[in-house]
Structure formats: structure tokens, C-alpha cells
């Protein structure tokens, strides 16, 4: 599941729509917004139950500023992911799991399989300039999608991979960024998602109701050549 600021909401509203149909991954990689959802699922809890959680999430559940390298501290994340977890390490996990994060110090994305959860899900989901970056074993990371969007560089190139991209929106961002192609790999696009945000929470639920009805239709068509499954909400 790729990066995509507050994406998390289309992320599980696509798994919600697999869940139903009994379509449940074997594991799952994740970058920030997408290394949220793929950590809650792989720890244990459902789509639906997610859901819940993310349609009840109100600003005030994460907002923490503080000086640092970052407007957010991410204690009050950090205590969300703890409550929220059923699992608190990779090892207890359903499935595996790979979390994308970027090391500061060397510039190069990592990928965290073992260990604690919270701080590994907490460093993936670290926006530049919205939250501090996070220290693991001596090491300061931040957001996983800054060198590897597309939450593929923990993924073995000879794996079927179901590939969720979000479109990025970011008024700044001057190319789009590329989807993925490669052997064995589908990549899910749709088209027209409301862009969320901390201020913008009500769009993000727009956002997990229109994933869900728009990857339900595209559970039914034909991939393109390009191995792509396109739909419009």
C-alpha cells in the first residue's frame, strides 16, 4: 500500500472490499499512510473494525505540537497505535509485514520486519514537517514514502502483489508519481478520491466509502496491458 499523506482512509476502505470477498492478502508491505493500514490488518484487526477506528478519529487524537523537527511530536500517535494494535511486534503478527521507512542519516529507505510495531509504523508515517522523526535502535527515520512511494522495495520481485496506489494531490508536487510495473504485480488506481488531511477529516471518510464501492467494481474488470486495474469513484 503506498504513501499518500492521509491515505489510510482509501487504504482501508480497498481492504475492506477484499476482506468481503474473502480475498486476504498473504502478507503485506506498507509505506506511511499505506504502512498504517497494512500494520493495523497484519496486527490483527479487520478492515471494518479499522474503519471504525478511522471514522472516529478526530484531530485532537494525534495533535501534539512541540519544537523539534516537526510541527507534531507523535506521542499522542504513538499512544493511538498502542490502544489500537492487538499485536505490539511483527513476530505476533497474522502475516508478514514490511514497513518502509527512511533513514536520515544514510538517505536510503529501510525495511523494518522485526521488532515493535509502534515506533516502526509510528517513524513510516512521519510527514516531513508535521511530525518528529523517530528514533529506532540509535537510528532517527521519517516517512517511508519519501524514496520509496510505492511501499515496494521490502516486496521479493517474483511475488503476486496487489498494488494500491494513491494519486497524489499535493499542489506542490510537479510530476505525478509513477505506478509500479513489474512481473506479477496489479496496480488498483481510482480516480477522483478526496484529498484528507488533519483539517480535512470529513473528506478522508468520503475518501474510505468511495475506495470500498470503487474496488468492489474493480474486483469485476479485466486487468489493461499494462496490468493495471483503473477505476473512476
Known sequence: MSSGFFGFFAHCGMLRALEERGLLPAAVAGASAGALVAGAWAAGLSAEILA????????RDFWDPRPGLGLLSGQRFAQLLDQLLPAQRFDQCRTPLAVSVFELRTRQT???????????????CAVPLLFHPVRINGRLYADGGIADRPAMVGVRRD????????ASRS??????????????????????????????LQAGHQALQLAYEATKRALGL????????????
Open 159 to 166: 511475488e503476486r502483489v496487489l498494488y494500491h496506489h494513491i
Open 222 to 233: 479485466p486487468r489493461t496491458q499494462t496490468g493495471q486495474l483503473s477505476v473512476s469513484c
Open 110 to 124: 529501510v525495511v523494518l520486519k522485526r521488532g515493535a510495531l509502534t515506533p516502526a509504523i509510528r517513524a513510516s
Open 52 to 59: 471504525s477506528h478511522l471514522l472516529g478519529l478526530s484531530r
Open 171 to 200: 499542489p506542490w508536487r510537479v510530476h505525478a508519481p509513477q505506478i509500479p510495473s513489474r512481473p506479477k504485480l496489479t496496480a488498483l488506481v481510482i480516480d477522483g478520491l478526496p484529498r484528507s488531511g488533519p483539517f480535512r
